[in-house]
DNA sequence: CTCTACAGTATCCTTTTAGATACTATATTA
DNA sequence: TAATATAGTATCTAAAAGGATACTGTAGAG
């Protein structure tokens, strides 16, 4: 295998993805493009405000999910995936992959 | 894309990676074939003897990881990557890949 | 007779993660 | 004039993850 010695390499990948609604949120986000914040919310039901609040700032402060502050009342916030965050996505995908299959496994043992 | 509504797989796969050394090693099994316990730990510094342990058990009970004890004193157990688990290889690589390349965004930016 | 290697358990403690709930400000709508 | 939508904060609590340390049993080596 031609990794070895930078096997470390693989957590900070793993680090930016675990929490609960990050894939969930980065999945949003690739599908369905900018995203406010209240639309974000109501496609995963059983978040709670602070936990978006907390997981988007996380994905910004990585550089993962840019979010943009408009000046109206009521307040508007876009976020939207960063180039830097689409290159996660094959990282997505592999594991979207892996899960189909891992429930038919489940099944036929 | 091609997922959507099966977005939830991806968590699957997340579930069973997470954990501070489980990536570790699995990377180790696969690098370096079949290892005894106290193999594993030095490979690993820092981990202890507890949690090598509870990832472990948890790997096996996941069907990732396979364990056998041999009836010998001193003891000696060995485990190894299953065929099952060896299918998460294309998304350890893929996490991999993208870490060498997040190093570099680092630097970059 | 004592020491070491091996593969663990058991117990306690700290840190991190997640969740529940209540609260904020303000323009617009009815 | 009161309710609604928006995008949050603040506070408290519960659960999960991780870590430190001490202990176990037994064959073989010295």
Redo the contacts with the bound molecule.
Sequence with gaps: MKYELSACRVEDALGIL?????PIILLHLLNHGTQ????L??SMP????????????ELETEDIVE?V??A????????SITEYGRSLQPILEAMHEWGVKHTVHKQTK
Tied chains: 1, 2.
């Design positions: 675990v929490g609960k609604w990050k406010r914040f209240n639309q919310r109501r059983g978040i709670t405000q602070k936990m978006l609040t907390k997981q988007l700032r979010r502050v408009y109206e009342i009521p307040p508007k916030v876009e976020y």
